[in-house]
């Protein structure tokens, strides 16, 4: 797991004890060397269960950014290409992973936002952070690679279609004259 | 420091982390945004902010129970007194009246019109005012019901505890509270309802006596002369007929004005003296009977002497009975045991299933999608196993222990009875009790 998904994940976890107690958390004694790490897997499993318990008190869900979620997209057929638009606030280009495997695609990433325990009072936490996931099931078979490119909160891939599928448009060269490699 | 190292560090952070702030969501936090569990902490801890939570909603209950209870008393209970009044003025005015008017005319001065009136505030009004406290008392209990149970629903419903208890738990707890709330009140008019109503039913008599005594009884009299002869009964029942009228009247007014009176300063003294106890304790008892206190099975907690008296060789007795109590122990309580555990652990095992699969597949799910990005086979049915385990532990040790603790309970007390009983009727046959006294206990150990 990435350094910066567990700082995430610790900075939500800070962000729900303040919202359950009115405090910042107090910063653990270093840990004894004795004491054993325990593993990334099974850390996430309890991250991901204190999260499911905590989306269950009214003041958590009001006050704290849903960690992990699935954007919204489209997808929008054009004859040569398919254009995927994922809408993640705030992303980077550098943030995003995209994978294409027969007729799926994959998008994931991680949108790390402000630091939601980092001495800020949400009144209203709706926009959510940390890790996002979609796959996409393509209306046909795409070339291998993918163009992407993030603009204004959008992550734009464009998708060439395999060559049995394909028909020559006009609009097309315009379109792809938009898209960044990746 | 290698980046193995730091991401050992972070990890060992963030599970320290994760581990208080679920240690202060299953307390509850502090604040008032917990769940049940939360609140129950909150409420046996003293926390002020559950304090403030619970004289919030007294607050609320004592205003609108006012309001609206003061207005139901008015609206469903004067007219029914009144009506009762009636009746009892009807059976009882005529006769009192003849007493009245006989003792009005043996002062020697002549006939005394403010002496009837005293005379008939102290008669009539005893009646009237007895009367009036056994209707209150008979149709409170209807009138305080309908618009209690309405008002302590809606008030529940628009407080802080309705954001934080599920509304099946906020409904219950109101049931109890309209409960002990209905009859605190009711005693508390019924006791006071009479006192209070004293002086306004006997105000109120002499009051139409003094108006309309002289008119009806020159009414009367005219009407009693009219046949050619003086009928004095015919005096009476006019005269009762034209003053019973005004009685019913101004003691029926004065009621109206004076009940709502009555019924506010009893629901504010109930409030005020009750309201906030009925309140803490009928959530209390709620958490308690819904947050689950599992208590242990109290094996051998509590064998009492039953008077059967031994003695002689005791050290061989103990070690007699010790010898049979354990042979029939192992035959027959392992066996219940056996049996019931496993339909003990069938039982729990499809219990956590039924509970907790769907949520376990799900969490493991939400799992993977988020933090390994895409699903894995093997990982998911780690995950899924991983948070079934636990609940299926603690499940199948808590069936255990109760269900061990059920066959012991059931068979321990019928092994040691025939043991015993054997132990003496052997005993008996070869002479060894005396009669002295020894405990249970000492032939357990």
């Given at each position: 797991m990435q350094t910066s998904t567990l700082e995430l994940m610790h900075d939500?976890?800070?962000?729900?004890?303040?919202?359950?107690?009115?405090?910042?958390?107090?910063?653990?004694?270093?840990?004894?060397?004795?004491?054993?790490?325990?593993?990334?897997?099974?850390?996430?499993?309890?991250?991901?269960?204190?999260?499911?318990?905590?989306?269950?008190?009214?003041?958590?869900?009001?006050?704290?950014?849903?960690?992990?979620?699935?954007?919204?997209?489209?997808?929008?057929?054009?004859?040569?290409?398919?254009?995927?638009?994922?809408?993640?606030?705030?992303?980077?280009?550098?943030?995003?992973?995209?994978?294409?495997?027969?007729?799926?695609?994959?998008?994931?990433?991680?949108?790390?936002?402000?630091?939601?325990?980092?001495?800020?009072?949400?009144?209203h936490a709706e926009i959510p952070r940390g890790p996002f996931h979609r796959v996409v099931p393509l209306p046909c078979a795409v070339k291998a690679d993918a163009r992407v490119d993030v603009e204004r909160g959008l992550i734009r891939i464009r998708l060439d279609k395999a060559p049995a599928v394909t028909r020559e448009r006009p609009s097309d060269r315009d379109e792809s004259d938009n898209v960044q490699g990746e | 420091m290698d980046r193995g190292q730091t991401q050992n560090g972070d990890i060992q952070r963030l599970n320290q982390a994760i581990m208080s702030a679920m240690e202060v969501l299953r307390r509850g936090g502090t604040q008032m945004g917990g769940s049940f569990g939360g609140f129950a902490q909150q409420w046996g801890g003293g926390n002020q902010g559950a304090e403030q939570m619970t004289e919030a909603l007294c607050e609320r209950l004592r205003a609108a129970l006012r309001e609206r209870v003061v207005e139901a008393a008015r609206e469903r209970l004067a007219d029914v007194v009144r009506e009762r009044l009636r009746d009892t003025i009807r059976d009882r005015l005529h006769g009192d009246l003849r007493s009245a008017l006989t003792e009005a005319q043996?002062?020697?001065?002549?006939?005394?019109?403010?002496?009837?009136?005293t005379v008939l505030r102290e008669r009539l009004g005893?009646?009237?005012?007895?009367?009036?406290?056994?209707?209150?008392?008979?149709?409170?209990?209807?009138?305080?019901?309908?618009?209690?149970?309405?008002?302590?629903?809606?008030?529940?419903?628009?407080?802080?505890?309705?954001?934080?208890?599920?509304?099946?738990?906020?409904?219950?707890?109101?049931?109890?509270?309209?409960?002990?709330?209905?009859?605190?009140?009711?005693?508390?008019?019924?006791?006071?309802?009479?006192?209070?109503?004293?002086e306004t039913v006997r105000e109120r008599i002499q009051q139409a006596v003094r108006e309309r005594l002289r008119e009806s009884?020159?009414?009367?009299?005219?009407?009693?002369?009219?046949?050619?002869?003086?009928?004095?009964?015919?005096?009476?029942?006019?005269?009762?007929?034209?003053?019973?009228?005004?009685?019913?009247?101004?003691?029926?007014?004065?009621?109206?004005?004076?009940?709502?009176?009555?019924?506010?300063?009893?629901?504010?003294?109930?409030?005020?003296?009750?309201?906030?106890?009925?309140?803490?304790?009928?959530?209390?008892?709620?958490?308690?009977t819904g947050g689950g206190f599992g208590g242990g099975v109290g094996m051998g907690s509590s064998m009492t002497t039953s008077g059967i008296g031994f003695g002689g060789d005791s050290e061989a007795l103990t070690n007699s009975l010790r010898e049979r109590i354990g042979e029939a122990i192992r035959d027959r309580v392992a066996s219940a045991v056996r049996d019931k555990l496993e339909e003990a652990v069938?039982?729990?095992?499809?219990?956590?299933?039924?509970?907790?699969?769907?949520?376990?597949?799900?969490?493991?799910?939400?799992?993977?999608?988020?933090?390994?990005?895409?699903?894995?086979?093997?990982?998911?049915?780690?995950?899924?196993?991983?948070?079934?385990?636990?609940?299926?532990?603690?499940?199948?040790?808590?069936?255990?222990?109760?269900?061990?603790?059920?066959?012991?309970?059931?068979?321990?007390?019928?092994?040691?009875?025939?043991?015993?009983?054997?132990?003496?009727?052997?005993g008996n046959e070869s002479g060894s009790f005396s009669g002295k006294s020894s405990s249970w206990g000492s032939l357990l150990q």
């Open positions: 939500q976890v800070r962000a729900i004890y303040r919202a359950m107690t009115g405090d910042d958390m107090p910063e653990p004694e270093t840990a004894e060397e004795s004491e054993a790490t325990p593993s990334v897997d099974e850390v996430a499993r309890r991250f991901v269960d204190l999260e499911l318990l905590a989306r269950q008190v009214p003041t958590v869900v009001e006050r704290v950014p849903p960690f992990s979620f699935e954007p919204a997209l489209d997808v929008i057929d054009f004859d040569s290409h398919l254009l995927v638009e994922v809408a993640v606030p705030g992303i980077r280009r550098d943030d995003v992973t995209v994978t294409c495997a027969g007729e799926r695609l994959v998008v994931a990433g991680t949108r790390g936002g402000e630091r939601a325990a980092d001495g800020r009072c949400y009144h | 043996q002062g020697g001065r002549g006939f005394d019109t403010e002496r009837v009136g005893e009646a009237l005012e007895r009367r009036a406290a056994e209707t209150i008392r008979e149709r409170i209990g209807e009138a305080l019901r309908e618009r209690l149970e309405e008002t302590v629903r809606s008030t529940f419903a628009q407080s802080p505890l309705a954001e934080h208890l599920g509304q099946g738990e906020v409904e219950s707890i109101a049931a109890v509270v309209r409960e002990r709330m209905s009859d605190a009140i009711k005693s508390r008019i019924e006791e006071k309802a009479r006192e209070r109503l004293r009884f020159e009414a009367a009299v005219s009407q009693a002369q009219g046949g050619g002869g003086f009928d004095a009964e015919r005096v009476i029942s006019v005269l009762s007929e034209r003053l019973g009228e005004a009685i019913r009247e101004r003691v029926g007014d004065g009621i109206r004005e004076r009940l709502p009176e009555i019924v506010r300063d009893r629901v504010e003294e109930a409030g005020r003296e009750r309201l906030r106890e009925v309140l803490r304790s009928a959530i209390q008892e709620r958490m308690r069938r039982e729990r095992i499809e219990e956590v299933v039924h509970d907790r699969l769907a949520g376990a597949i799900r969490a493991s799910v939400a799992e993977q999608l988020s933090l390994h990005g895409g699903l894995d086979g093997e990982r998911v049915a780690d995950a899924i196993r991983y948070r079934l385990q636990d609940a299926m532990r603690e499940r199948i040790a808590e069936g255990v222990r109760e269900r061990v603790g059920e066959a012991v309970r059931e068979q321990l007390r019928e092994v040691i009875r025939k043991a015993v009983v054997e132990r003496v009727r052997a």
